[in-house]
Nanobody, 125 residues
Framework: QVQLVESGGGLVQAGGSLRLSCVASGGTFSTYSMGWFRQLPGKEREFVAAIRWSSGIRYYGDSVKGRVTISRDSAKQTVYLEMNSLKPEDTAVYYC??????????????????WGQGTQVTVSS
């Protein structure tokens, strides 16, 4: 049973930085792709970033491009989301997700098979 556990959220001032972590367990992740999504209050969950576990190829959503970096540590089975120059509109619950393959639209929630419980990020102005 694949499990994803996020951590690293919290309260930060505008312009600050945070690094979110997602520890994956219960699977062989070399063939997986991993993603980060966020859900703003009253909005649908939106794509932030994704990475192919084996090759490290990365994808980013338009709303965060240039301000976030996704990475993974295979030895720790952990995916990171480094966020910089945070804005109040980045306030959201951030979710880690895993897909069992590399195919499909990385920005589509439907392609991901497993989800974490989410971690709250609050950016104060």
């Amino acid at each position: 049973q694949v499990q994803l556990v996020e951590s690293g959220g919290g309260l930060v001032q505008a312009g600050g930085s945070l690094r979110l972590s997602c520890v994956a367990s219960g699977g062989t992740f070399s063939t997986y792709s991993m993603g980060w999504f966020r859900q703003l209050p009253g909005k649908e969950r939106e794509f932030v970033a994704a990475i192919r576990w084996s090759s490290g190829i990365r994808y980013y959503g338009d709303s965060v491009k240039g301000r976030v970096t996704i990475s993974r540590d295979s030895a720790k089975q952990t995916v990171y989301l480094e966020m910089n120059s945070l804005k109040p509109e980045d306030t959201a619950v951030y979710y880690c997700a895993a897909a069992r393959n590399y195919y499909g639209d990385y920005a589509s929630r439907a392609r991901y098979d497993y989800w974490g419980q989410g971690t709250q990020v609050t950016v104060s102005s």
